[in-house]
């Protein structure tokens, strides 16, 4: 009876050992896979991050240098901050060359959003395109609202 009682206690001991070892290799585990997660999730920001800087150099380095002469557009654009800023564009250059422009502006603030620009008078929005300034309808002298969708 003794040697039962010690037996019982001896399995006993054994799987509360087992069940110790069983909970601490899951929480091992768990936190393997939370580190794992985060790293990756660094992983990816880091990523983000770089491709919006290749994507900002790309855009600043398509930017052509501002007309000195010849047939230009003068533009304002009105930042949602108050802000305005001024540039002059050859009519020859895509619409996209306005938002390549503000995008990469010192004072353009950076956000996730996408925007539009919009002309007050006559009211009408100039998507992002290839289209040159001079078919587009953009108006000399006017300012674009930049607003954000």
Known sequence: MLREEQEEAYQASLRADRE??????????????????????????AQKEEVKKQLFEQKLKNLPPEPKEGEVLSLAFRLPNGKRLQRKFSIDNPVQTLYDYVDTHPDTPQTEYSYTLISNFPKKQYPASDTPLKHSGVPNHTVLDIIYD
């Open 20 to 45: 110790r070892e069983e909970t601490l290799r899951k929480e091992r585990e768990e936190e393997e896979a939370k580190k794992r997660e985060e790293e990756e999730k660094i992983r990816l920001e």
